[in-house]
């Protein structure tokens, strides 16, 4: 099984300031000190990653969310990726990390509850995230949507990649 190698990394940060700064531009909020990104390659904790690209964690206190972790299954996705060879990471990675802020975006402004995201929730943010990424249109990004709007089903609508009931591992791309 293939991890971002010290290359990648350097393409997982770059895709995430890009997500970020199309976040911030389309909401005028800043979410930097907000989330952490972490992969498997990272020894982040695996539980619930299996057929998703992405899971939201969040980190609590007091029973308040006070910080999210995107968790990135770098497995899945240079799998995904050397099948698809049309699309490049960098695009790929952008468009993962937009969905995963725009969750947190919701989240952080009461539009959605972390503990109760359900495939209506997946639908609006995968909506937002198309919008946003229209109007700040990283290269390659026409790519990306023609290839996900080919699959059957998406991976944004498989049932498994959604949520998984009774965790906090719910938000998931």
Same mark, same amino acid.
């Given at each position: 099984?293939?991890?971002?190698?010290?290359?990648?990394?350097?393409?997982?940060?770059?895709?995430?300031?890009?997500?970020? =700064?199309?976040?911030?531009?389309?909401?005028?909020?800043?979410?930097?000190?907000?989330?952490?990104? =972490?992969?498997?390659?990272?020894?982040?904790?695996?539980?619930?990653?299996?057929?998703?690209?992405?899971?939201?964690?969040?980190?609590?206190?007091?029973?308040?969310?006070? /910080?999210?972790?995107?968790?990135?299954?770098?497995?899945?996705?240079?799998? @995904?990726?050397?099948?698809?060879?049309?699309?490049?990471? &960098?695009?790929?990675?952008?468009?993962?990390? *937009?969905?995963?802020?725009?969750?947190? /975006?919701?989240?952080?402004?009461?539009?959605?509850? @972390?503990?109760?995201?359900?495939?209506?929730?997946?639908?609006?943010?995968?909506?937002?995230?198309?919008?946003?990424?229209?109007?700040?249109?990283?290269?390659?990004?026409?790519?990306? @949507?023609?290839?996900?709007?080919?699959?059957?089903?998406?991976?944004?609508?498989? /049932?498994?990649?959604?949520?998984? *009931?009774?965790?906090?591992?719910?938000?998931? &791309?």
């Amino acid at each position: 099984m293939a991890h971002f190698n010290p290359f990648h990394k350097s393409v997982l940060r770059a895709g995430s300031d890009i997500a970020d =700064s199309i976040l911030m531009r389309n909401t005028r909020t800043d979410f930097k000190n907000r989330y952490d990104v =972490s992969t498997l390659a990272d020894g982040s904790d695996n539980k619930g990653l299996y057929d998703s690209f992405a899971r939201l964690m969040s980190c609590e206190v007091n029973g308040r969310i006070i /910080h999210y972790r995107i968790c990135l299954n770098d497995e899945d996705i240079m799998e @995904f990726l050397r099948h698809n060879s049309e699309i490049d990471m &960098l695009t790929f990675i952008v468009f993962v990390m *937009t969905h995963e802020l725009v969750h947190i /975006h919701r989240f952080s402004m009461g539009e959605a509850d @972390f503990d109760k995201v359900d495939q209506d929730e997946e639908i609006i943010v995968d909506n937002l995230t198309r919008l946003f990424l229209a109007k700040y249109p990283p290269a390659g990004r026409e790519r990306v @949507f023609r290839l996900l709007d080919k699959l059957t089903p998406p991976p944004l609508y498989n /049932h498994r990649t959604i949520f998984e *009931t009774g965790g906090r591992f719910n938000a998931y &791309l």
